[in-house]
C-alpha cells in the first residue's frame, strides 16, 4: 500500500504528530547549524584564514608535513591566544628541537601564561602542563592521528545516520515528489556520510582525497537541507493553501 495515497502524508497528519516532526526537525536544524558553525570555527581556521577550503582539510587530515602542530596553530587557530613574541619564541624552540632545558629556562612560562588555562582542563585537548604534553605537538604534523579519526569516524557515523534516518522517515511522507526523487533523496545523504567519513581516512593517506570531504559535506547537507524545508511546508503551508488535499484530519 502507498501510504502517501492512501491520505496519510505530511498535509493531513493529526496535529500532535505534526508537533512531533516539527519539534525534531527544529532542534536538528539549530543542531546542524551549530556543527556547521564549529566545523567553520575549528576546520575552517586550519590552515590560518577563516572559511573552509581544501587546504583546511589537507592540514586537519593529512597535516603539514612542512612543520609541527605547534607552529601551524600558533600560525593559525590558536595565533590570538599569545603576543607575537611569545609565539615567536615558542616556535624558535620548536625549530631548534624543542630542548628540555629553554623548556624549564622560559618556554615552560610560556605555557602555563597562554596555554594551559585550556589545555590543561579542557578534555580532548593536549595537556600543555608538562613537557611530555607538549613534544608530540612539537614534531612533525603528521594530521589527524588513527587514534582520533577512529573515534571521530563511528560517533559521526551513528550519530549522523540516525539524523538522516528520521530526516528521511519524516520526508518519506511527502506528496507530490516522485517516487524515484524521493527516495535518491533519502538515499543519498547516507551515502555523502560515507564518503565523507571514507575521505577522512583517505585524506590521511594523501591529501588529493581532501575534496572528497568537500562534496561529501555540501552533499547531504543539501539533500537534509531540501528534506528539512520541504517537510515543514507541506506539515504547515500546504494544509492551509488546501490544494493537495482537501481532508485534513488534524483540523478535526
Ligand atoms: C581559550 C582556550 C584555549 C587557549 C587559551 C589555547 N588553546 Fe590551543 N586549542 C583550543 C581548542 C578549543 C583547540 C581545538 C580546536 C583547534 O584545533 O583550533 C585547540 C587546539 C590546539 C592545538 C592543536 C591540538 C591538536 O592536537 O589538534 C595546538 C597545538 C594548540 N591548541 C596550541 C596552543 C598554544 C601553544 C596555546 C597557548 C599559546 C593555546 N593553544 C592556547 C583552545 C585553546
Known amino acids: 500500500m502507498n501510504m502517501q495515497q492512501s491520505g496519510y502524508n505530511l498535509t493531513t497528519l493529526g496535529v500532535s504528530i505534526r508537533g512531533l516532526f516539527t519539534g525534531y526537525l527544529l532542534v536538528i536544524g539549530i543542531g546542524l547549524m551549530v556543527a556547521g558553525g564549529q566545523v567553520l570555527l575549528t576546520h575552517g581556521m586550519a590552515d590560518g584564514k577563516f572559511g573552509l577550503s581544501i587546504d583546511d582539510v589537507v592540514y586537519s587530515y593529512y597535516g603539514d608535513r612542512q612543520s609541527s602542530k605547534l607552529e601551524n596553530k600558533l600560525n593559525g587557530s590558536m595565533q590570538d591566544k599569545a603576543e607575537r613574541v611569545v609565539r615567536q619564541d615558542i616556535i624558535k624552540w620548536v625549530r631548534e628541537g624543542a630542548d628540555r632545558q629553554q623548556?624549564?629556562?622560559?618556554?615552560?612560562?610560556?605555557?602555563?601564561?597562554?596555554?594551559?588555562?585550556?589545555?590543561?582542563?579542557?578534555?580532548?585537548?593536549?595537556?600543555?602542563?608538562?613537557?611530555?604534553?607538549?613534544?608530540?605537538?612539537?614534531?612533525?604534523?603528521?594530521?589527524?592521528?588513527?587514534?582520533?579519526?577512529?573515534?571521530?569516524?563511528?560517533?559521526?557515523?551513528?550519530?549522523?545516520?540516525?539524523?538522516?534516518?528520521?530526516?528521511?522517515?519524516?520526508?518519506?511522507?511527502?506528496?507530490?515528489?516522485?517516487?524515484?526523487?524521493?527516495?535518491?533523496?533519502?538515499?543519498?545523504?547516507?551515502?555523502?556520510?560515507?564518503?565523507?567519513?571514507?575521505?577522512?581516512?583517505?585524506t590521511k593517506i594523501h591529501p588529493s582525497f581532501a575534496w572528497l570531504t568537500i562534496i561529501g559535506g555540501f552533499g547531504y547537507t543539501l539533500a537534509s537541507a531540501y528534506m528539512w524545508l520541504t517537510s515543514m511546508l507541506q506539515m504547515w503551508w500546504y494544509p492551509y493553501r488546501g490544494k493537495i488535499s482537501t481532508e485534513h484530519a488534524w483540523l478535526q
Not at 550519530?159 to 524521493?182: D, H, M, N, P, Y
Request: glycine share 8%; net charge negative.
Open 103 to 202: 623548556w624549564d629556562t622560559k618556554i615552560e612560562q610560556h605555557f602555563n601564561d597562554n596555554c594551559v588555562k585550556c589545555h590543561g582542563v579542557i578534555p580532548g585537548l593536549p595537556n600543555f602542563n608538562t613537557y611530555q604534553g607538549v613534544l608530540p605537538s612539537a614534531k612533525i604534523d603528521e594530521g589527524a592521528s588513527i587514534d582520533s579519526l577512529t573515534r571521530v569516524s563511528h560517533i559521526h557515523l551513528f550519530g549522523i545516520a540516525f539524523i538522516f534516518f528520521f530526516v528521511g522517515l519524516i520526508f518519506s511522507l511527502a506528496v507530490g515528489i516522485s517516487t524515484w526523487l524521493k527516495t535518491f533523496t533519502i538515499v543519498m545523504p547516507f551515502i555523502f556520510l560515507i564518503v565523507d567519513v571514507l575521505s577522512w581516512w583517505l
